[in-house]
């Protein structure tokens, strides 16, 4: 036999009862799928990590070899001979690569630092701000006319 044929106001809350399953499976899907979020919640859970990742990174990219640029030149304009390369002047002291390397690493961490202060100060409030609660009622919408 057939099954029986079940109400409308069943079948309706059914309905309903999966929808709002649908819904909140949808809504957990959108969380775990948001990665700004999600890398956000890392970085507030685990600064230090990612702070040492950073710096490491910023390391190695700059000690990535520099492209070299390559000018070719003629010994004579007039006569066409074989090319000779050019190479740009290396430096002569020793110390001058070293403070360069120990500045390239330090650089990024004072401006960050700096840049970090400066965007502290600005969102702060200012000492001598005045805060409406702190106003009587009376004082508020004052006009002259009154």
């Known amino acids: ?12 809350e059914r309905l309903e009862k999966d929808r709002e399953k649908m819904a909140i499976q949808v809504s957990e899907l959108k969380e775990d799928y948001n990665v700004p979020h999600r890398w956000r919640v890392s970085v507030q859970k685990f600064p230090w990590p990612w702070i040492t990742g950073a710096v490491l990174t910023g ?59 400066f965007y502290r100060r600005l969102r702060r409030p200012s000492k001598h701000a005045i805060d409406q609660r702190d106003i009587p009622a009376s004082f508020r919408k004052c006009s002259r006319d009154d």
């Not at 036999?1 to 309706?12: C, H, Q, R, Y």
């Not at 492209?67 to 066409?80: I, T």
């Not at 070293?98 to 202060?117: C, G, L, T």
């Open 1 to 12: 036999m057939a099954d029986p044929v079940e109400d409308k106001n069943s079948l309706g």
């Open 59 to 117: 390391f190695l990219l700059s000690h990535l070899p520099a492209r070299r640029k390559e000018v070719y030149l003629w010994s004579d304009p007039l006569q066409r001979g074989p090319l000779r390369e050019v190479h740009p002047p290396t430096s002569q002291k020793d110390g001058a690569g070293a403070k360069s390397k120990v500045w390239s690493f330090v650089k990024p961490v004072i401006s960050a630092f700096v840049e970090r202060e």
